[in-house]
T-cell receptor, first 114, second 115 residues
Framework: AQSVTQPDIHITVSEGASLELRCNYS??????LFWYVQSPGQGLQLLLK??????LVQGIKGFEAEFKRSQSSFNLRKPSVHWSDAAEYFC????????????FGQGTTLQVKP | EADIYQTPRYLVIGTGKKITLECSQT?????MYWYQQDPGMELHLIHY???????EKGDLSSESTVSRIRTEHFPLTLESARPSHTSQYLC??????????????FGNGTRLTVT
């Protein structure tokens, strides 16, 4: 079955510390992977996407993610977290056909300590 | 800035009422979607449309219905609201060109509470 797992429901990091949010997927075909961020009361905003090519992708707001096919993972990283990064983060997977139908993980809530 | 607009942002309504959640986008996207999001849970696709007069049910069964009479407009209707419909409803759109899954553009959502 197709699924996305975000093992960490809640993460707290200190401002300035590094961050890694985990994402594992199960998908029968070539996966197309996304990370979205949702601030309180807002919709989801695309941080970055992986379709093919270089397995390390850069996104907005200083985020990057690395696709590891052997581990079925697409972890999100940021070297230095800012207080404004506190939000909920969703990993999503889609197929090769442009259906727009994505499967989302449960989300990881990031709290940033001053 | 949002190019996809949802109204109302918040709605509290009694059981049995008919409601329509509005969604409009100004990007000219052919594809539009409705996702349902419960707190602490993943988003589930409940409806999608690939163009005018095209609507399909998503992966999560929903008692709501949708229509797509104009490209920019994709309203969702509940004929008789129930407490089990309490949730956040997110509208999204995407481009239809290209082979790959184009990123979804989301509205800010409607948080519905049925009492």
């Amino acid at each position: 079955a197709q699924s996305v797992t975000q093992p960490d429901i809640h993460i707290t990091v200190s401002e300035g510390a590094s961050l890694e949010l985990r994402c594992n997927y199960s998908y029968g075909a070539t996966p197309y992977l996304f990370w979205y961020v949702q601030s309180p009361g807002q919709g989801l905003q695309l941080l970055l996407k992986y379709f093919s090519g270089d397995t390390l992708v850069q996104g907005i707001k200083g985020f990057e993610a690395e696709f590891k096919r052997s581990q079925s993972s697409f972890n999100l990283r940021k070297p230095s977290v800012h207080w404004s990064d506190a939000a909920e983060y969703f990993c999503a997977v889609g197929g090769s056909s442009n259906t727009g139908k994505l499967i989302f993980g449960q989300g990881t809530t990031l709290q940033v300590k001053p | 800035e949002a190019d996809i607009y949802q109204t109302p942002r918040y709605l509290v309504i009694g059981t049995g009422k008919k409601i329509t959640l509005e969604c409009s986008q100004t990007m000219g996207h052919d594809k539009m979607y409705w996702y349902q999001q419960d707190p602490g849970m993943e988003l589930h696709l409940i409806h999608y449309s690939y163009g005018v007069n095209s609507t399909e049910k998503g992966d999560l069964s929903s008692e709501s219905t949708v229509s797509r009479i104009r490209t920019e407009h994709f309203p969702l209707t509940l004929e008789s609201a129930r407490p089990s419909h309490t949730s956040q409803y997110l509208c999204a759109s995407s481009e239809s060109t290209g082979l790959y899954n184009s990123p979804l553009h989301f509205g800010n959502g409607t948080r519905l509470t049925v009492t």
